[in-house]
């Protein structure tokens, strides 16, 4: 069984930086596709970035392309989230996730393995 623990979320002034962890145990990331959701009160669950780790391809929606970069760590069992230039409507739940598959997909349902969740908000 994979466990996700994130890490990194807190109160951020727009413009500011913030940096999300993932660390897995149980296993490492290697052969998976790990996401990085946000969920905003009110709203579903939404894809931000992803990558997946066997093709090395990247995923970034729309909102967040030049803001945020997802990154993997020296060792095989740790994602990045990078946030720069954070604005008050990136203020949600940041939840990691992983699937075991090779291509990236942006539906929450098909993501195997989930964290508890880490709080971001950016006040404006």
């Known amino acids: 069984q994979v466990q996700l623990v994130e890490s990194g979320g807190g109160l951020v002034q727009a413009g500011g930086s913030l940096r999300l962890s993932c660390t897995a145990s149980?296993?490492?990331?290697?052969?998976?596709?790990v996401g990085w959701f946000r969920q905003a009160p009110g709203k579903e669950r939404e894809l931000v970035a992803a990558?997946?780790?066997?093709?090395?391809?990247?995923f970034y929606t729309d909102s967040v392309k030049g803001r945020f970069t997802i990154s993997t760590g020296n060792a095989e069992n740790t994602v990045y989230l990078q946030m720069n230039s954070l604005k008050p409507e990136d203020t949600g739940v940041y939840y990691c996730?992983?699937?075991?598959?090779?291509?990236?997909?942006?539906?929450?349902?098909?993501?195997?393995?989930w964290g508890q969740g880490t709080q971001v908000t950016v006040s404006s």
């Open positions: 996730a992983a699937d075991r598959g090779n291509y990236i997909i942006v539906i929450a349902g098909r993501y195997d393995y």
């Open positions: 990558l997946s780790w066997s093709r090395g391809t990247t």
């Open positions: 149980g296993r490492t990331f290697s052969g998976h596709v």
